[in-house]
């Protein structure tokens, strides 16, 4: 006959251990949705950038394609010689009154509103990827998620898409998001430390024989 303290000490050791991995699952649920929050504003503001200078840049586009028309005419019309730097003012003055006169009374943040949300929904960029999180925190994600779409299903909405993934970041990715510039340095000059270098370049000659 067993002892039957020493059952009742091992049914309360797996209690315990179970709250505690319970509990542990819990606050990495809360961190998690403090993760998904951050992301989600990093990525509007990121957006919303890029959207503002988006607008930025066609109202400049719309000056220089003024100026041009405006040397034209002056030139070929009324026959006058280009214009110079006097004549600047009269043009940069009032496109800059146009563009303050579009934010205070126009529909530029409307346009900026839509263009950020397009660029969420609909382009690639970085940061409308998912985010690297560490392997530990994959149990707590997936229940997380699990939750989330199970109270959307009810809801007769569609499941939210995964916004985090838990594999290391591999140098080609890293590669992918840099600068034509930088890849191609990396490749041609630096390509061993990335483990993708010529055997016949002088950096894998001198890395095989040092």
């Known amino acids: ?51 503002r200078t988006r607008d930025i840049v066609h109202w400049m586009g719309g000056f220089f394609t003024l100026m041009i028309s405006a040397n034209a005419f002056k030139t070929a019309v009324l026959r006058t010689g280009p214009i110079t730097i006097s004549h600047f003012p009269f043009l940069a003055v009032p496109t800059v009154f146009a563009f303050q006169l579009d934010m205070a009374y126009g529909t530029k943040m409307e346009r900026i509103y839509n263009e950020t949300k397009t660029i969420l929904k609909k382009e690639k960029h970085w940061f409308n990827e998912p985010m690297v999180l560490p392997p530990t925190m994959e149990r707590a994600y997936r229940k997380l998620m699990d939750t989330q779409n199970a109270k959307l299903k009810a809801l007769g909405r569609e499941p939210e898409k995964d916004w985090a993934i838990f594999d290391d970041i591999v140098e080609a990715e890293i590669l992918d998001h840099s600068y034509p510039l930088t890849r191609t340095l990396a490749y041609g000059h630096y390509g061993v430390l990335f483990g993708e270098a010529d055997e016949d370049s002088p950096q894998q000659k001198n890395a095989n024989n040092p």
Do not use: C, H, W, Y
């Open 1 to 51: 006959m067993g002892n039957p303290f020493s059952s009742a000490r091992s049914v309360v050791s797996d209690a315990a251990k179970n709250i505690g991995e319970e509990v542990e699952t819990i606050l990495l649920m809360k961190k998690l949705a403090e993760f998904k929050g951050m992301k989600k504003q990093r990525d509007i503001q990121l957006a919303t950038a890029i959207a």
